[in-house]
């Protein structure tokens, strides 16, 4: 079997499994067209800003695919194709699109809260705040990756740095024409879409090259990068979304469409040869270095594309107060993460085409091994090599810094969410708060801490002392761990809500089950990897799993009690289903 029609094969599970499980999903939960969603009931212009379907679908894959579905599957491949493979298809569909659509719609239903608020509803106060905490930890670990890695590439590629910033200022001008002006989608599209790609020409004619123009080590240039994307991601999360993240992640989707579409096309026209092994045993010599079992390493490796705990919190951060409409919730949270599946595979596809030796050198640097495979497939199709690496690397840029940004202000929500007073009272019944009034209802000291400035600033800071740390080589296995482990938290909120509803709970509490195995056991072994090497990790490592181990004490009690109630009637069902 070839590439291309492994691909191809894969291709139709996807589409399949779309319209089959993700129906029965929109069945399960209720899809109701007519129930007005909090981006109209809450409207602020600021954060809650009803937005067209394909806006949205835009900026929520953006967000959510990072560089993970190409990192994840071609740091799973030392193992042999085959296992990341069955993974993928297996995750994507039944785990990593379920977790996202259900996240998603019961963050809608409440209101467009988080899925903390939603904590807290299902395992009271100290559950909340539990999850923050834990979630806030996951954050600060996800930013450094990220910043590590965009800012390596803009050390490597400087054309991706300059027609990143590029794309930065059309945002603005976009949004401006959009919002003030009353441009229509369709014709602003017409005119900013061929920008953005006139912006990856302009890169390659003006990189920024801080190595050669200012006589700098990589390193220090590194250390440059990542000052300015602290100051970047600062002003992206106390922006306004419709005037930065929005238009930004809607122009930035077509650079990631027009990625795709250049690899499935390249693809199929070059029919590339399988040449790595299906399986190459339970333990292989990974990226990093060190002998690593498969089991759960595979698991930890390939989170989105499969399933990934950060993508709760943009469904239910930023996503559910932009969906017009519930029935965009299927397109957008389980449509985005079947998106994010393909290209896992493509990235897989692309890596199996090396010779082993090959790949073992060079699936070191996954977003360049990708970037190399691909652009060798496209000169079947007439686009010189050269071009097409170009053009990949800006498209993973712009995954990377929309997952970037969009994570710093999730961030800036939870650290600020930490220090709210409890929703819930002690009976079970919401306490009203306005989210206008509330914070000049805390005490002085809790007032500062939760200004959005000095939340941005602490999570933008905590996060560079983290990237400071160690590698991203270093730093993404405890990543994966812990955000393997966010999902397995959050399956245990979907699991009490589908229970209390007296619905299919069993869909969420398998996966559940296995998520938390597979990534505590991951936690774990970074911990012993790590011992005496990186203490920063270790340390962080450890307090993961305290907090999940208190975590999935509290819930085992939750459950029990809510089952007794389940049993008596279900009465706290709607009080969960329309807060």
Same mark, same amino acid.
């Given at each position: 079997?070839?590439?291309?029609?492994?691909?191809?094969?894969?291709?139709?599970?996807?589409?399949?499994?779309?319209?089959?499980?993700?129906?029965?999903?929109?069945?399960? @939960?209720?899809?109701?067209?007519?129930?007005?969603?909090?981006?109209?009931?809450?409207?602020?212009?600021?954060?809650?800003?009803?937005?067209?379907?394909?806006?949205?679908?835009?900026?929520?894959?953006?967000?959510?695919?990072?560089?993970?579905?190409?990192?994840? +599957?071609?740091?799973?491949?030392?193992?042999?194709?085959? +296992?990341?493979?069955?993974?993928?298809?297996?995750?994507?569909?039944?785990?990593?699109?379920?977790?996202?659509?259900?996240?998603?719609?019961?963050?809608?239903?409440?209101?467009?809260?988080?899925?903390?608020?939603?904590?807290?509803?299902?395992?009271?106060?100290?559950?909340?705040?539990?999850?923050?905490?834990?979630?806030?930890?996951?954050?600060?670990?996800?930013?450094?990756?990220? !910043?590590?890695?965009?800012?390596?590439? @803009?050390?490597?590629?400087?054309?991706?740095?300059?027609?990143?910033?590029?794309?930065?200022?059309?945002?603005?001008?976009?949004?401006?024409?959009?919002?003030?002006?009353?441009?229509?989608?369709?014709?602003?599209?017409?005119?900013?879409?061929?920008?953005?790609?006139?912006?990856?020409?302009?890169?390659?004619?003006?990189?920024?090259?801080?190595?050669?123009?200012?006589?700098?080590?990589?390193?220090?240039?590194?250390?440059?990068?990542?000052?300015?994307?602290?100051?970047?991601?600062?002003?992206?999360?106390?922006?306004?979304?419709?005037?930065?993240?929005?238009?930004?992640?809607?122009?930035?989707?077509?650079?990631?469409?027009?990625?795709?579409?250049?690899?499935?096309?390249?693809?199929?026209?070059?029919?590339?040869?399988?040449?790595?092994?299906?399986?190459?045993?339970?333990?292989?010599?990974?990226?990093?270095?060190?002998?690593?079992?498969?089991?759960?390493?595979?698991?930890?490796?390939?989170?989105?594309?499969?399933?990934?705990?950060?993508? !709760?919190?943009?469904?239910?951060?930023?996503?559910?107060?932009?969906?017009?409409?519930?029935?965009?919730?299927?397109?957008?949270?389980?449509?985005?993460?079947?998106?994010?599946?393909?290209?896992?595979?493509?990235?897989?596809?692309?890596?199996?085409?090396?010779?082993?030796?090959?790949?073992?050198?060079?699936?070191?640097?996954?977003?360049?091994?990708?970037?190399?495979?691909?652009?060798? @497939? !496209?000169?079947?199709?007439?686009?010189?090599?050269?071009?097409?690496?170009?053009?990949?690397?800006?498209?993973?840029?712009?995954?990377?810094?929309?997952?970037? /940004?969009?994570?710093?202000?999730?961030?800036?929500?939870?650290?600020?969410?930490?220090?709210?007073?409890?929703?819930?009272?002690? /009976?079970?019944?919401?306490?009203?708060?306005?989210?206008?009034?509330?914070?000049?209802?805390?005490?002085?000291?809790?007032?500062?801490?939760?200004?959005?400035?000095?939340?941005?600033?602490?999570?933008?800071?905590?996060?560079?002392?983290?990237?400071?740390?160690?590698?991203?080589?270093?730093?993404? +296995?405890? @990543?994966?761990?812990?955000?393997?482990?966010?999902?397995?938290?959050?399956?245990?909120?979907?699991?009490?809500?589908?229970?209390?509803?007296?619905?299919?709970?069993?869909?969420?509490?398998?996966?559940?089950?296995?998520?938390?195995?597979?990534?505590?056991?991951?936690?774990?072994?970074?911990?012993?990897?790590?011992?005496?090497?990186?203490?920063?990790?270790?340390?962080?490592?450890?307090?993961?799993?305290?907090?999940?181990?208190?975590?999935?004490?509290?819930?085992?009690?939750?459950? !029990?009690?809510?089952?007794?109630?389940?049993?008596?009637?279900?009465?706290?069902?709607?009080?969960?289903?329309?807060?």
């Amino acid at each position: 079997m070839s590439g291309s029609v492994l691909f191809c094969i894969c291709l139709a599970y996807f589409v399949l499994a779309y319209f089959v499980y993700g129906g029965f999903l929109a069945r399960v @939960f209720k899809i109701d067209p007519n129930r007005p969603t909090p981006a109209h009931t809450q409207y602020d212009g600021v954060d809650y800003v009803p937005t067209p379907a394909p806006v949205l679908y835009g900026h929520h894959f953006a967000s959510i695919a990072g560089p993970g579905p190409i990192v994840g +599957p071609i740091m799973a491949a030392y193992f042999g194709f085959l +296992p990341a493979l069955i993974w993928i298809l297996v995750g994507c569909v039944f785990v990593g699109a379920f977790h996202d659509f259900a996240a998603l719609v019961m963050s809608v239903r409440n209101r467009g809260r988080s899925i903390s608020f939603i904590m807290e509803r299902l395992m009271g106060y100290t559950g909340r705040q539990l999850f923050l905490i834990f979630c806030m930890a996951c954050l600060v670990l996800i930013v450094a990756i990220f !910043s590590l890695m965009i800012a390596g590439m @803009f050390v490597q590629l400087p054309e991706v740095a300059s027609a990143s910033i590029m794309f930065i200022v059309l945002a603005p001008i976009f949004a401006f024409c959009t919002v003030r002006l009353k441009m229509r989608l369709a014709p602003a599209s017409f005119i900013f879409v061929p920008l953005v790609f006139f912006c990856v020409y302009l890169g390659t004619v003006v990189p920024i090259d801080l190595v050669n123009a200012f006589d700098m080590d990589s390193g220090s240039a590194t250390m440059v990068w990542l000052a300015v994307l602290a100051i970047y991601i600062f002003g992206a999360s106390v922006i306004p979304v419709q005037w930065l993240l929005q238009p930004r992640d809607y122009l930035n989707s077509y650079l990631l469409y027009g990625m795709l579409a250049l690899g499935i096309v390249s693809i199929l026209a070059y029919n590339p040869e399988i040449k790595m092994a299906a399986f190459n045993g339970w333990e292989a010599v990974t990226a990093d270095g060190n002998m690593t079992a498969m089991i759960p390493a595979l698991f930890i490796f390939i989170a989105c594309g499969a399933c990934s705990g950060f993508h !709760s919190l943009v469904a239910s951060g930023t996503t559910s107060k932009q969906i017009n409409s519930e029935k965009d919730m299927v397109k957008i949270g389980y449509g985005g993460m079947i998106m994010e599946g393909i290209v896992g595979i493509m990235a897989l596809v692309a890596v199996m085409s090396f010779e082993p030796a090959t790949f073992m050198e060079v699936g070191k640097n996954q977003p360049m091994a990708f970037a190399t495979a691909i652009a060798s @497939f !496209s000169t079947a199709v007439g686009i010189p090599e050269v071009y097409a690496k170009v053009f990949i690397s800006l498209a993973i840029s712009a995954f990377m810094m929309t997952s970037l /940004d969009t994570a710093t202000r999730l961030g800036r929500f939870i650290w600020q969410e930490i220090f709210l007073p409890r929703t819930i009272d002690r /009976d079970g019944k919401e306490i009203e708060i306005d989210p206008k009034t509330a914070r000049a209802q805390l005490a002085p000291w809790r007032r500062h801490l939760t200004n959005t400035y000095t939340a941005a600033i602490i999570v933008v800071g905590a996060s560079i002392l983290m990237a400071l740390s160690g590698s991203a080589a270093s730093i993404w +296995p405890i @990543f994966g761990a812990s955000n393997q482990l966010m999902a397995a938290l959050t399956f245990l909120g979907i699991t009490i809500y589908l229970l209390v509803k007296g619905s299919k709970w069993y869909i969420a509490f398998i996966p559940m089950v296995f998520m938390m195995v597979m990534s505590l056991w991951g936690v774990i072994q970074v911990i012993t990897q790590q011992w005496g090497k990186n203490m920063v990790l270790v340390v962080a490592g450890c307090f993961l799993v305290v907090m999940a181990v208190l975590m999935i004490a509290l819930g085992l009690s939750i459950i !029990s009690h809510h089952l007794r109630i389940h049993f008596k009637g279900g009465q706290h069902a709607t009080a969960i289903e329309e807060a």
